[in-house]
């Protein structure tokens, strides 16, 4: 699984894969546990979850997981968003939260 940062949204209104038909698409940047870019790369990701541009998500990055989870024997899909990030913690210390965006140090 990848973390990952939704930064936009693409709008296919022609699509020829059935298993598609319907399916909102992302695009999303991987990024460490502090919200830096892993790479400037970004990727085009089919929502499974409801997400919008700001959520920090969880990213499948593996066609037959895809494949799975969307019950398309057949469909050439690989990268799929299937959870939000609630926080991220490193060392005791709270990296991310989702209620602030940011930083918060973790309360003993």
Do not use: C, W
């Amino acid at each position: 699984m990848i973390l990952a940062q939704v930064i936009g949204t693409v709008v296919a209104e022609a699509v020829a894969v059935p298993a598609l038909h319907g399916r909102k698409l992302l695009m999303v940047r991987p990024v460490r546990p502090d919200g830096t870019a892993v790479t400037p790369t970004p990727r085009l990701a089919i929502d499974t979850i409801g997400a919008g541009v700001g959520d920090r998500v969880l990213v499948i990055d593996e066609g037959n997981s895809g494949r799975q989870i969307l019950q398309a024997k057949d469909a050439p899909v690989k990268t799929l968003i299937v959870g939000f990030v609630d926080a991220v913690e490193v060392g005791g210390r709270v990296v991310y939260d989702h209620r602030t965006g940011d930083a918060q140090e973790t309360k003993s």
